[in-house]
Each structure stands twice: as C-alpha cells, then as structure tokens.
Nanobody, 122 residues
Framework: QVQLVESGGGLVQAGGSLRLSCAAS????????MAWFRQAPGLERDFVAL????????WYGDSVKGRFTISRDNAKNTVYLQMNSLKPEDTAVYYC???????????????WGKGTLVTVSS
C-alpha cells in the first residue's frame, strides 16, 4: 500500500505560481511512476503530468506544457508539481497518483491521494 498526501494548493492570481507537493508513505514510491491529475467541477479527471520511477522520463498534458514541471525526490518520497503562468482554467482539485505502468489514463492508477484545491483568479 502507498498513501499519498498532497499539499501546496491555494488561491493565486492569474500569472502567478504555486508548487504542489505529494508525500508518499507506506511502500516506497521509488518503484512507481508518479503522476498528477486534475478535476474541475463537473468535468472528468484529466491528466496533467507524469514522471518515471527512475526520473528519466516525463510526459505533460498539452494544456500545461511549458508552464508546469513535474519532479521527484525519491530520498524524500516526495513528488512535486511546479506550476507557473497560471490561468483561471487551471482551477481544479489536483490529485497525486502512483502507477506501475507508463500511461496517462486515470484507469491505470494504482493509488490516489485525496487532492488539493488550486484556485486561480482572473
């Protein structure tokens, strides 16, 4: 079992930045690919970013490329999402996810965090 706890969400103005953190406990996250998803009210859960277990590969959703950066520190069992140039349409609950397979579908996730709310005001 892997428990994931997100932090760092909040209210920010458009154009601003936030860094989300996801702390893993239980089994080490070093054997998992780690991802961020987001879900706005009334919408489906969308893929944001993915990083491989060995920190060699990343994958970003089209809407966040060039603005968001995913990173991980396996020694700290933590994954991060640096979000820059935020837009109102980035407003959502952001979820951390651990998965053994390499992919962007929410269906392949093994473990989910409970989420942290990011609100971007215009």
């Amino acid at each position: 079992q892997v428990q994931l706890v997100e932090s760092g969400g909040g209210l920010v103005q458009a154009g601003g930045s936030l860094r989300l953190s996801c702390a893993a406990s239980g089994r080490t996250m070093s054997s998992y690919n780690m991802a961020w998803f987001r879900q706005a009210p009334g919408l489906e859960r969308d893929f944001v970013a993915l990083i491989s277990w060995n920190d060699l590969n990343t994958w970003y959703g089209d809407s966040v490329k060039g603005r968001f950066t995913i990173s991980r520190d396996n020694a700290k069992n933590t994954v991060y999402l640096q979000m820059n140039s935020l837009k109102p349409e980035d407003t959502a609950v952001y979820y951390c996810a651990a998965r053994r397979n390499w992919g962007i579908s929410p269906l392949g996730v093994d473990y989910w965090g409970k989420g942290t709310l990011v609100t971007v005001s215009s």
